[in-house]
């Protein structure tokens, strides 16, 4: 179910938290219309973005670092969002800079599982992964959306 996810995915947020000596915060947001529940969701779905965004964005931060993890029905889908404050994919591809080539599949392979969530209907499950930038034209974080039919 979306509670065991996010439980597992909260839990695995305090562990990260605690290994990085607490240098983010985060928060869980569900919207009101969503019965965590009743809600089936392919498992670890939602962690890998997570990874991903503490790993590459926040921990190479100065300042105040963020993480929030937002639900909600849309237009008969489950959307889920992941954003950061990161320093963005850009400044964290150039980071790597020199490092021998490794390339992760974390990510590929869970937007595969995703696209593969079976669905009656004509919804067609997707994952966005969108740059944030400030009022200056400057890097300040990344945005996931996944949406998934509700199953």
Known sequence: TLEQELTAL?????????????????????????????????????????????????????????LIISTRHFNDALEIKVIDNGIGRVASEKL????????????????????????SGDFIPEVTINDLYDIDDHPSGTEVTIKLPLL
């Open 10 to 66: 909260r839990l695995y947020i305090e562990m990260e938290a605690l290994r990085f000596k607490q240098n983010f915060n985060f928060k869980i947001i569900n919207s009101n219309d969503i019965d965590e529940e009743d809600i089936k969701v392919p498992p670890l779905i939602i962690q890998p973005f997570v990874e991903n965004a503490i790993k590459h964005g926040l921990m190479h931060r100065e300042g105040e670092a963020s």
């Open 96 to 119: 790597k800079g020199d490092l021998p080539l490794h390339r992760s599949m974390g990510i590929q392979l869970t937007k595969e599982r995703i696209l593969l969530t079976d669905t």
